[in-house]
C-alpha cells in the first residue's frame, strides 16, 4: 500500500486494510477504500493526516485505534452493518459528526474519547467522578482472586479455621459482586454518553 498524490492507494482485490498499513502517514489526505474490502485493522490509519475517507458497504469490522489521532478528519459515515470498536476513533480531537445507519451522530473529543454532543454536559460534570469509580472497581476485581487464595493458604496450613475460611470467601464474593454492579451500572451510563458502537445487530 502506497499514498501518491495525497490519495491511498491499494492492491487490487484487497480484503482488509492491515496493522499500520498507513499510520504516521502525513503525506495522506485521502482515502476511497475500494469495494470487498471487509475489515480495517488495528491503528490503520493512526496518526496519518487523513482528511477524507470513502468506507464500502462491504466493511464489516473497524477495529481499535483505527482512525487514532486523525486530527484533520471532521466527518465519516460508517457502513451501516459494520462492527466498529467503541475506541476506533480515540483522539480524533476535531470529528464533529458520525453518520451510522441512516442517522447523523453529532460528536466531540473529550480526552481522547469521542462522544455524544448532546452528553457533553454529563459527561464533563461527572467524568472525575466515573474514571476513579471505575479505577476503583477494576482495581477491587484484580484483587479478590489473590485474596482468596491467600486464606484458601493460610486455611491449608492451619492459621485459620474452616469456618472462618467460608465466612471470608462469603464476604470476598459479595465484594466481588458490588464491584462488578458498579462497574456495569458506569457502563450502561457510559452507553448513554459515549460514541459507542455494538457489534451488528444489537442497538446501541
Keep these: ?120 454536559l454529563h459527561y464533563d460534570r461527572y467524568k472525575d467522578l466515573i474514571e476513579v469509580l471505575l479505577m476503583m472497581t477494576r482495581w477491587g476485581m484484580k484483587v479478590i482472586v489473590p485474596i482468596a487464595f491467600f486464606f484458601y493458604v493460610i486455611r491449608a496450613m492451619g492459621f485459620i479455621s474452616a469456618e472462618m475460611l467460608l465466612s471470608q470467601m462469603i464476604g470476598l464474593l459479595v465484594m466481588d459482586t458490588l464491584f462488578l454492579v458498579i462497574y456495569l451500572t458506569i457502563r450502561q451510563i457510559l452507553l448513554k454518553w459515549v460514541c459507542v458502537f455494538k457489534k451488528k445487530g444489537n442497538k446501541k
Design 1 to 120: 500500500m502506497e499514498v501518491i498524490r495525497g490519495e491511498a492507494v491499494f492492491p487490487e482485490g484487497i480484503l482488509q486494510i492491515g496493522n499500520k498499513a498507513f499510520a504516521n502517514r502525513y503525506d495522506l489526505i485521502e482515502a476511497i477504500v475500494p469495494e470487498g474490502v471487509k475489515e480495517i485493522e488495528e491503528a490503520a490509519f493512526a496518526c496519518s493526516n487523513l482528511q477524507r475517507i470513502s468506507l464500502p458497504e462491504t466493511v464489516e469490522e473497524i477495529k481499535p485505534f483505527a482512525f487514532m489521532g486523525c486530527r484533520r478528519l471532521t466527518s465519516i459515515t460508517i457502513p451501516d452493518k459494520a462492527s466498529v470498536d467503541e475506541l476506533c476513533f480515540y483522539g480524533c480531537d476535531n470529528l464533529r459528526s458520525i453518520v451510522w445507519k441512516g442517522k447523523e451522530i453529532p460528536v466531540v473529543c473529550r480526552n481522547g474519547i469521542i462522544i455524544k454532543e448532546q452528553s457533553a
